[in-house]
């Protein structure tokens, strides 16, 4: 068999973890038109583990979010410098793609599910 035709022997990426409900913003959904995205791309990365153009220590907050259930954040620079999030929830459940300031941060001192801490109204 030509070596062109062989298996490669390096694994299959797999999933981080599950997406839940997919989602986008009426300003997310804009700038990916804007920029002739389609969401599985991003989506993808995000699953994968390619956080984006994130930090080092966000890039690491990503990795602990997904041992300790805490919210998993990524962000994707466009062309023009804007930035479309993508963030799955602590609970797995959902999945959103979104604009910086439409993001609320979580509630409770560490960001995880099962906090008891709540903001006051």
């Given at each position: 068999m030509p070596a062109s035709l062989r298996s490669s022997a390096l694994p299959a990426p797999e999933i981080l973890f599950e997406p839940g409900e997919i989602v986008e913003t009426t300003g997310a959904l804009t700038l990916l038109k804007?920029?002739?995205?389609?969401?599985?791309?991003?989506?993808?990365?995000?699953?994968?583990?390619?956080?984006?153009?994130?930090?080092?220590?966000?890039?690491h907050a990503?990795?602990?979010?997904?041992?300790?259930?805490?919210?998993?954040?990524?962000?994707?620079?466009?062309?023009?410098g804007e930035r479309l999030l993508v963030?799955?929830?602590?609970?797995?459940?959902?999945?959103?793609?979104?604009?910086?300031?439409?993001?609320?941060?979580?509630?409770?001192?560490?960001a995880r599910c099962g906090s008891t801490t709540s903001s006051a109204t």
């Open positions: 804007k920029y002739n995205l389609h969401p599985i791309r991003l989506l993808a990365r995000h699953l994968f583990g390619d956080w984006g153009d994130v930090s080092a220590a966000e890039a990503n990795v602990l979010a997904l041992a300790e259930h805490a919210r998993v954040v990524s962000s994707y620079l466009m062309r023009d963030v799955t929830e602590c609970d797995r459940s959902i999945t959103k793609f979104l604009l910086p300031h439409e993001l609320r941060p979580c509630v409770g001192p560490v």
